[in-house]
């Protein structure tokens, strides 16, 4: 009966998502019976194992590094990570060309200290391969009890490999960092990534500023990740009146646009830092900057993610279903994902500089604007 009841469940989910009948998965059945009745070791597998399984199996053949399948233990180590709060290394992973890829190393943690640097390809973790993991099988082995080690083997974008043992650490990230340089007169917004409540701390930073006297604002968005969409356009509409934000398309919900919600703020001159690790949400908020021309983007190329991801299914034991369902666009129709951002002030990167050189581009375009004479 056990069986019989384990087997329906799995026929059930796979169909309804699928949009099909179950009989077009009968041979899945069959492999079920086949398991059950001819392993060596059946007894060590249960029901439910094997259910994870074929779900996993479905969705692995998407071929999407984005979309998992996540337990109940596994989706809540997600949504902390999601929180800025979990045990790690602190970096930001993708898949790209079937490689384990970092995104960034978040600022101020054990990966950035180590020298993983963006774009760094992870070919073992602790001297496994890691080639035809998952994402969620990477973050798995790389996260970890806070104060034990793990090895990774990367190679760096320059080609060079490097074995690199760090110390897990309770990673925390402040999702804005906000500071006035008094001396040129600017606003100074860091924003490492886009939470819940990264809209409102921004909004606050910018209100405790001396607006009246500011002669500018830098949004460094450098090694941002991402995150929410709606925190990447509730920061956006801080600094772009009216108008698009961003343009997203997919099967399930067709266009829709999303407009500024908004803002009582002055028009200041505005310079966004950007580089290789300005992914996703982040690139949302520089693209809407770039094409509304309210400001300039200055750095590097971004990192080129435009894709987005939604919870579509929870099921009863805890599980969780994560697709890709869809891919947004910048207000002009420009394609991101895979493309990336080009600045219009572009800064190359420079290992060795003792100043931020970009940060120093962002300032002397800011005084440029400034008329002669005013507020000097």
């Known amino acids: 009966m056990r069986k019989t009841l384990a087997l329906l469940v799995l026929l059930g989910l796979v169909s309804l998502a699928a949009g099909q009948t179950a009989a077009l998965f009968q041979p899945l059945g069959q492999v079920y019976e086949a398991i059950r009745n001819y392993f060596l070791w059946a007894d060590r597998v249960s029901d439910a194992q094997l259910l994870q399984g074929a779900i996993k199996g479905l969705v692995k053949a998407l071929d999407d590094p984005y979309s998992a399948y996540f337990t109940a233990e596994e989706y809540e180590q997600w949504e902390r990570s999601l929180s800025g709060e979990y045990t790690g290394v602190g970096m930001e992973i993708t898949l790209r060309r079937g490689w384990i890829t970092v995104v960034t190393p978040l600022p101020g943690t054990p990966a950035e200290a180590a020298g993983i640097r963006p774009g760094d390809v992870i ?60 001396q040129e007169k600017v606003a100074y917004l860091r924003v490492l990534r886009l939470d819940t409540d990264t809209g409102r701390l921004v909004s606050q930073a910018l209100a405790s500023l001396p607006l009246a006297e500011v002669r500018g604002i830098v949004l460094d968005l450098r090694n941002n990740p991402g995150g929410y969409l709606s925190a990447a356009v509730e920061v956006a509409s801080l600094f772009i009146d009216r108008g698009v934000i961003v343009r997203t398309r997919g099967p399930s919900f067709g266009e829709r646009l999303y407009n500024s919600r908004g803002n009582n703020l002055p028009n200041l001159p505005l310079a966004v830092l950007v580089n290789e690790g300005t992914a996703s949400g982040a690139e949302i908020i520089a693209a809407a900057v770039q094409d509304h021309g309210v400001g300039v983007l200055v750095g590097r190329k971004t990192f080129g993610k435009g894709l987005i991801q939604e919870i579509v299914l929870r099921l009863p034991d805890g599980g969780v279903l994560k697709l890709t369902t869809g891919e947004y666009l910048t207000p002009k129709g420009r394609k991101v994902h895979d493309v990336g951002l080009t600045p219009d002030i572009e800064v190359a990167k420079r290992e060795e500089a003792e100043e931020d050189v970009e940060l120093r581009a962002a300032l002397e375009w800011i005084a440029a604007q400034v008329p002669v004479g005013v507020g000097r």
């Open 123 to 182: 070919l073992e973790v602790d001297g496994e391969s890691t080639e035809g993991w998952t994402l969620e099988q990477a973050s798995m082995r790389i996260r970890g009890p806070e104060g034990t080690p793990v090895t990774l083997k990367v190679r760096h974008p320059d080609g060079t490999i490097e074995v690199l043992t760090i110390i897990r650490a309770r990673i925390r990230v402040e999702s804005v960092r906000a500071q006035y340089l008094e």
